[in-house]
C-alpha cells in the first residue's frame, strides 16, 4: 500500500522518497555544479577572454531565444522546432543503435566463447574500431550507394564495437566455478546459455550498451551530413556551424545532453529490472 | 488522508503546469509579413503538361541558389505544373555530388546548382565514386557575378586590390620565410578555384607554386580568418557580407569577380540525363519556372521581397539585410573599406551588359575545359575531346525549347550558342574559336601533358 512508511518532513510518489533530507542529499549537490560551471562559463566569456558566447546568450539572442521559445514549431521542410530535430534525430538513432545491439550482442557471445573467431577476428575489430565516424560516410555511401541506409549505417557502425567488446569480455569472464557448476549438473547447451552464461555476463553487456548510446550520438552529425537537407539535431548543428550562429549549436547540445540522460537513465533502469532478476 | 491529498495535490499542480506549457510551446514563432501572392496557374496542355510533379534539386545556400528556392516559393514551378518540387539544402558541394551520383531514387537529388564543369567532371566520371559515368545536362546558367576574393586584414596595404601585382613580392617573401600565404574555396577545380587562380596569375602570382591552396567548408575559413591562420577566401555572397559585417574586421574584399570578368558565367543548373530522357517535358517545365523566377528575381521591386524570402532559416538563415546590397550592386571594397555602389558590379540572373545570362552558352563550358586544362586540372588533350564533352553536356536546347514555350521574345534568345569573344580585366582575350591561343596567350600556367 501506498503508506507504508511516513516521514513527517517528506512523502512518497511509488518507491521513490522525497523529503528535505533526500533532496539536500541528491539534488543539491548535482545543482550548484551545474550552477557554479555555467556561472563561470558565462564569466569567462562576458570577460571577452574566449570568443565562445556564454549560456546567457540562449536568452539573450534573438534567434537562438526563438528556438528555446518555440521548440514546437513546424513551419515546413527542414524549419521545425529543436523538439522536432531531435525525435527525428533519435529516431534515427534508436534503429541503428538496435541493430548494433543485436549484432553486437550476438558477434559478442561468438567472439567470447570461440577462441578460435576471437583470435581471428581481434586484429580485424581493432583495426576497424579506430576509424572516425566521418571517415565512414564515404565509404558506406559507395559501398551502399543509398542515403538513408548509409547514414545509418554510420551511427550502427560507430556504435557496434563498445557492445561487442563488451559482451565478449563479460562472456569470457564467466567464474569457473559456474562453469565446474554447469558441468557437474550437465546442464544441457541451452540451459548453460540461458541460465548461466547470459546472466553472468549481463552487467558487462549493459556496460556496453550504456556507452553505445553516447557513441551512437556522436555519429548522428556525421550521418546526417551525408543524408543533407533533412530534418534532425546533426544538420541541424552542421548549419548552425556554416552560420557561425554559435549559441544555436549550445542550444542543440543541451538537447542532445537531455536526450542522452534520458535515455541512460532508461538504460539503467532496464538494467536495474533485468538483472536482478 | 492528508498523504493522499498532497499526493493529488502535486499531480493536479503538475498537469496543469505542463497543460499551460504546452499550450505555450505550441504556438509558432511569428512568420514574416505576408509576401506578394504567388503566380498564377497556367492551364497545360498535352504538348507542355509533365511527365511527372515531382522532383528533387539540391541547393548551396549562396546567392546563385535563388532562382530555384524563388522558383519554388513563388509558385513559379508550380504554375508550370511541377508542384512537387523538393528544393534539398546540400550539407557541402561535396554531399551534392554524392547525392547526384545516388539520384533521387537512393535518397539523393535528381539536379541542382553546380559550379563548373561539375556536370562535365560527373559525366565522365572524373570525380565521382568508382569513376562511374553519371551524364548529366547542363541547362541554364543560374546567375553571374556575385563573387570575390576575400582577404585577412593583416595584408591590408601590401596591394591586394584588382591588380595583384604590386603583392607579388610580399606573396613570395611570405613563402621564402616558411610561412606561405594560405587561401581557400569550397570545392576543387571549379569556379571559386579558377577565380582566384585567374586573378592572382594575371598579377605574376603563380597559385600553384607560391601559394598554398585548399579546399575547406566556408565555415572553416572564416573561423580561420578571424584567427589570422588563413589568408584568403575565394567566395561568393552572402559570405563576402558576413566577412565584411563583423566588427573585428578581420577581412577585406579585395577584388570582385565581377570586375575580373565582366558578366562572366557563374553557376548553373544540371539535372541527370537519365532524369531528363524519361521526363522531358518535366525538365522544360522546371526550366520555364527558373526562368521566370530569374526574371522577377532582376526586378528591382522584388528585390527586398527576395532578400526576406532567402533570409529565412530554412534557405539561407541570414539576416536578411544581408542580402540587400550586392543585389544593387553594394559593395565595400579594400582595406579602406570604401562604398562602392554600381549596378554593374551586381548580381544578375536573366540579363546582363552582355545579353542573357540564363542561356548555357557552350562557348563558357569550352572556357570552363581550357581553364582546367591551364592548370592541370585536366590533361593536354581533353581540348581535343572538349567538343565532344561538351556537346554530350550541354542542355541548350532544352533552352531554347523551354524558352520558346515561355514565349521570350526572339530577341532575348541568342542566336548562337557562342557568345564570342571573352574579355577579361587584364586585357587578355578568349577567342572561343581558339581555345590553345588563349593558353598560349597566358604566362602564368600548370599544364600537365
Not at chain 1, 501506498?2 to 512518497?12: D, E
Not at chain 1, 538513408?148 to 551511427?155: D, K, N, Q, R
Not at chain 2, 497543460?19 to 496557374?41: F, H, M, R
Not at chain 2, 586584414?153 to 610580399?170: I, M, N, P, W
Amino acid at each position: 500500500m501506498a503508506s507504508s512508511v511516513r516521514n513527517s518532513s517528506g512523502f512518497r510518489i511509488g518507491s521513490m522518497e522525497i523529503s528535505t533530507k533526500s533532496i539536500k542529499k541528491y539534488v543539491l549537490p548535482p545543482a550548484i555544479a551545474i550552477f557554479t560551471f555555467l556561472a563561470l562559463w558565462e564569466a569567462l566569456s562576458a570577460s571577452g577572454i574566449t570568443l565562445l558566447p556564454g549560456p546567457s546568450s540562449l536568452f539573450t539572442d534573438a534567434r537562438t531565444f526563438e528556438l528555446v521559445r518555440y521548440p514546437f514549431y513546424d513551419r515546413g521542410g527542414i524549419d521545425k522546432g529543436m523538439f522536432w530535430q531531435t525525435w527525428a534525430s533519435l529516431q534515427r538513432v534508436v534503429i541503428s543503435y538496435t541493430l548494433a545491439a543485436i549484432v553486437g550482442i550476438s558477434l559478442g557471445i561468438a567472439i567470447g566463447t570461440s577462441e578460435m573467431l576471437s583470435r581471428a577476428l581481434d586484429p580485424l575489430f581493432l583495426f576497424l574500431r579506430t576509424v572516425p565516424p566521418l571517415a565512414w560516410v564515404p565509404i558506406s555511401l559507395a559501398a551502399l550507394n543509398k542515403n538513408e541506409p548509409a547514414a545509418l549505417f554510420v551511427i550502427f557502425i560507430t556504435s557496434v564495437w563498445p557492445i561487442l567488446i563488451n559482451t565478449a569480455v563479460g562472456v569470457k569472464q564467466i567464474p569457473q566455478d559456474y562453469i565446474n557448476v554447469a558441468r557437474v549438473v550437465q546442464a544441457s547447451k541451452q540451459k548453460y546459455f540461458f541460465q548461466i552464461l547470459l546472466p553472468s555476463a549481463l552487467p558487462y553487456i549493459f556496460t556496453g550498451l550504456r556507452v553505445a548510446i553516447s557513441l551512437a550520438w556522436l555519429a548522428i552529425i556525421a550521418a546526417e551530413i551525408v543524408m543533407s537537407g533533412i530534418v534532425g539535431i546533426g544538420f541541424f548543428i552542421w548549419e548552425a556551424y556554416q552560420n557561425n550562429y554559435i549559441s544555436e549549436v549550445i542550444l542543440a547540445l543541451v538537447w542532445i545532453g537531455a536526450v542522452g540522460l534520458l535515455l541512460d537513465t532508461a538504460m539503467g533502469w532496464l538494467q536495474n529490472k533485468i538483472v536482478k532478476q | 488522508m492528508q498523504h493522499l491529498s498532497r499526493r493529488h495535490f502535486l499531480l493536479a499542480v503538475g498537469a496543469t503546469g505542463s497543460a499551460t506549457l504546452l499550450k505555450g510551446c505550441a504556438i509558432t514563432p511569428p512568420s514574416p509579413d505576408a509576401l506578394s501572392p504567388k503566380a498564377q496557374a497556367l492551364t497545360l496542355s498535352s504538348l507542355t503538361a509533365p511527365e511527372t510533379t515531382v522532383v528533387k534539386l539540391g541547393y548551396i545556400a549562396i546567392a546563385e541558389s535563388a532562382p530555384l528556392i524563388i522558383a519554388r516559393e513563388k509558385g513559379f514551378f508550380a504554375r508550370h505544373g511541377m508542384t512537387d518540387v523538393a528544393v534539398s539544402k546540400q550539407a557541402s558541394w561535396g554531399a551534392a555530388r554524392d547525392n547526384i551520383e545516388i539520384g533521387s531514387a537512393g535518397g539523393g537529388i535528381d539536379g541542382g546548382q553546380w559550379q563548373m564543369p561539375m556536370p562535365q567532371l560527373i559525366s565522365e566520371g572524373l570525380i565521382t565514386k568508382g569513376n562511374r559515368k553519371i551524364p548529366m545536362l547542363s541547362m541554364a546558367q543560374l546567375s553571374t557575378q556575385g563573387n570575390g576574393i576575400a582577404i585577412a586584414s593583416q595584408h591590408a596595404g601590401k596591394g591586394f586590390g584588382l591588380d595583384v601585382s604590386g603583392a607579388a613580392e610580399y606573396v613570395r617573401e611570405m613563402k621564402a620565410s616558411g610561412k606561405p600565404f594560405k587561401a581557400a574555396y569550397t570545392f576543387p577545380r571549379v569556379n571559386q578555384d579558377f577565380w582566384i587562380r585567374y586573378w592572382l596569375g594575371a598579377g605574376g602570382i603563380d597559385p600553384s607554386k607560391d601559394i598554398d591552396l585548399i579546399a575547406i567548408p566556408a565555415a572553416q575559413t572564416v573561423a580561420s580568418m578571424r584567427t589570422g591562420s588563413m589568408d584568403g577566401f575565394s567566395t561568393g555572397d552572402p559570405w563576402p557580407s558576413r566577412i565584411l559585417r563583423d566588427r573585428r574586421k578581420y577581412g577585406f574584399l579585395a577584388v570582385l569577380t565581377a570586375q575580373i570578368w565582366p558578366s562572366h558565367p557563374e553557376e548553373y543548373f544540371a539535372m541527370r540525363e537519365d532524369w531528363v530522357r524519361k521526363n522531358p517535358k518535366a525538365a522544360k517545365a522546371i526550366l520555364k519556372g527558373i526562368m521566370e523566377a530569374q526574371m522577377w528575381c532582376d526586378d528591382p521591386k522584388n528585390r527586398a521581397e527576395m532578400a526576406a524570402i532567402l533570409a529565412q532559416r530554412k534557405y539561407f538563415n541570414v539576416p536578411s539585410d544581408l542580402l540587400i546590397g550586392p543585389y544593387t550592386g553594394e559593395y565595400i571594397l579594400g582595406a579602406e573599406r570604401k562604398t562602392v555602389k554600381d549596378e554593374k558590379l551586381a548580381i544578375r540572373y536573366w540579363k546582363d551588359a552582355r545579353g542573357s545570362v540564363s542561356y548555357p552558352y557552350q562557348s563558357h563550358d569550352l572556357w570552363f575545359l581550357t581553364e582546367s586544362v591551364r592548370w592541370g586540372f585536366l590533361p593536354q588533350g581533353a581540348l581535343g575531346e572538349a567538343d565532344r564533352i561538351i556537346n554530350a553536356v550541354s542542355g541548350e536546347k532544352f533552352w531554347r525549347e523551354a524558352a520558346q514555350e515561355l514565349g521570350i521574345a526572339s530577341a532575348d534568345i541568342p542566336p548562337s550558342t557562342s557568345r564570342g569573344i571573352e574579355k577579361f580585366f587584364d586585357g587578355a582575350e578568349f577567342d572561343p574559336e581558339k581555345p590553345q591561343a588563349y593558353l598560349d596567350s597566358l604566362k602564368i600556367k600548370t599544364m600537365k601533358a
